[in-house]
Antibody, heavy 114, light 112 residues
Framework: EVQLVESGGGLVQPGGSLRLSCVAS????????MSWIRQAPGKGLEWVAN????????YYVDSVKGRFIISRDNAKNSLYLQMGSLRGEDTAVYYC???????WGQGTQVTVSS | DIVMTQTPLSLSVTPGQPASISCKSS???????????LYWYLQKPGQPPHLLIY???NRFSGVPDRFSGSGSGTDFTLKISRVEAEDVGVYFC?????????FGQGTKVEIK
């Protein structure tokens, strides 16, 4: 069974940093692109970033470029999102998604507020 | 960016009756491989979204056959042949032919 478990969310002040993690199990993690997708409170879904199977290609939505870094450790079956210079509009539930499409974790809440 | 427009934004359906949701994209989602990179998700209350339909018309593993997807290019439709109580939630379409991947606004389905 495919499982994706996110962690690392929390309350952070504007301008602060946070590192999200996602541990994958039940599939060959190193063979899949991985994505982060977020959902602001009561809002729709927004794709945030993608990373290729070997980490050689990374893509970001414009609103997080230069502030967020997606990475992975295939030996640990783990996906990460290093978030910096956080803003109120980054407040959302962040989901780890296999391939960006088929399997989603339960999400981790990030709240940016003073 | 490709804009995804869903209609209607809300739907109230009697159990056993059909339902249909439209998703239109501002650019064609048809790739040179012949596939349309359009996905349908259902987000039940308090849960993450889960995949129903991939590449416009392929039912994902475990999805009941009352769900079907159709369309190509810029116009797509999700149909539920006979709505059941467990189908309540918000339905989203998503395109992955071009970055940034973008989603429709969501269609909230409730049972009458």
């Amino acid at each position: 069974e495919v499982q994706l478990v996110e962690s690392g969310g929390g309350l952070v002040q504007p301008g602060g940093s946070l590192r999200l993690s996602c541990v994958a199990s039940g599939f060959d993690f190193s063979s899949f692109w991985m994505s982060w997708i977020r959902q602001a409170p009561g809002k729709g879904l927004e794709w945030v970033a993608n990373i290729k199977e070997d980490g050689s290609e990374k893509y970001y939505v414009d609103s997080v470029k230069g502030r967020f870094i997606i990475s992975r450790d295939n030996a640990k079956n783990s996906l990460y999102l290093q978030m910096g210079s956080l803003r109120g509009e980054d407040t959302a539930v962040y989901y780890c998604v296999r391939g960006g499409t088929d399997h989603w974790g339960q999400g981790t809440q990030v709240t940016v507020s003073s | 960016d490709i804009v995804m427009t869903q209609t209607p934004l809300s739907l109230s359906v009697t159990p056993g009756q059909p339902a249909s949701i439209s998703c239109k994209s501002s650019q064609s989602l048809l790739y040179s491989d012949g596939k349309s990179y359009l996905y349908w998700y259902l987000q039940k209350p308090g849960q993450p979204p889960h995949l129903l339909i991939y590449e416009a018309s392929n039912r994902f593993s475990g999805v009941p056959d009352r769900f079907s997807g159709s369309g190509s290019g810029t116009d797509f439709t999700l149909k539920i042949s006979r709505v059941e109580a467990e189908d309540v939630g918000v339905y989203f379409c998503m395109q992955s032919i071009q970055l940034p991947w973008t989603f429709g606004q969501g269609t909230k389905v409730e049972i009458k």
